[in-house]
């Protein structure tokens, strides 16, 4: 999938968009409107909302950036594996990832029979309550692209051209033998799954133990060297982290920061 943010300003920025997302003639009449933190049913009331919203923000300044439009899209060759709950799916993922405090309105576009399939959000500057930005850095926006790809390839695989590369620090080694079933059977292969869902862990955690919990919930359990987690156990077999493409970097990090929260 491809993942575009776009910043609005200006009056008339949340009706416009407001109503892009639910009038447009791209909109695909069988699916729902996703609304998150909002309860309006009319362009009016969801206005009201965003602007009520926008009006509790802690930092003010001139020509602020009120909301954003961002989109989701799919390779057209994908179109034929992708439903409509699956469609909704992925977009409750993408809020839980992007950051589920905003204020969320979606709707589910296509350009034409059997086109370009794309999923539209209008999103809330600030957060529903707090007033506090929404804004994300560079490194954030890379983190959530990747993120959102790898719980596509985890969970719907079979949308195997949408996956553009977000800069993975480090690239997986299949064996001859994982190659060839790769090929032959169009899924992943068992070290490629635990590698995305390694992945996903890191990129959700800000501590070895919120990694570490987070793994055993995906129904791995770590494994260690002397105090030190080496890997996971999966079927009654160990695989390395090194072995699962994990940056060598990136554990030695988090468990730094659990020792520091310790002290």
């Known amino acids: 999938m491809i993942i575009k943010i776009k910043s609005l300003r200006g009056k008339k920025a949340f009706r416009n968009l407001l109503t892009y997302i639910l009038l447009s003639e791209e909109k695909l009449p069988e699916s729902h409107v996703i609304r998150h933190n909002l309860n309006g049913s009319t362009i009016d009331e969801l206005v009201q909302e ?21 989109i989701i899209s799919f390779h057209p060759e994908d179109t034929p594996h992708l439903s409509i709950p699956k469609l909704e799916q992925i977009a409750r993922e993408y809020i839980e990832h992007r950051n589920p405090n905003g204020l969320f309105l979606g709707g589910i576009h296509q350009e034409s029979k059997g086109g370009n399939i794309h999923i539209h959000f209008a999103v809330s500057a600030v957060e529903y309550g707090t007033g506090r930005s929404l804004r994300m850095t ?3 926006m890379a983190g959530l692209k990747r993120s959102v790809q790898d719980y596509q390839k985890i969970h719907f695989p079979e949308l ?3 996956l553009p590369s977000h800069g993975n620090a480090q ?3 299949l064996t001859q033998q994982e190659y060839w079933y790769k090929q032959n059977s169009n899924q992943l292969t068992t070290k490629e799954r635990l590698h ?12 070895l ?4 919990g987070k793994v055993s919930v995906s129904g791995l359990e770590p494994y260690y060297r002397k105090g030190v987690p080496m890997g996971v156990w999966w079927n ?3 695989y390395r982290f090194r072995t699962l493409g994990v940056d060598n970097e990136r554990l030695p990090l988090l468990i730094e920061k659990n020792n520091a929260r310790r002290r």
């Not at 602007?51 to 961002?70: D, M, P, S, Y």
């Not at 995305?196 to 501590?207: E, P, R, T, W, Y």
């Not at 133990?209 to 570490?212: G, I, K, S």
């Open 171 to 173: 690239q997986l080694q």
């Open 50 to 70: 965003f602007e009520e919203n926008e009006a509790g923000r802690l930092h003010r300044r001139k020509n602020n950036i009120l909301l954003t439009h961002e």
């Open 196 to 207: 995305l869902i390694i992945g996903l862990a890191l990129d959700q955690s800000d501590s």
């Open 209 to 212: 133990d919120e990694f570490l």
């Open 138 to 140: 560079k490194k954030q």
């Open 236 to 238: 009654g077999r160990k």
């Open 160 to 162: 195997s051209h949408s």
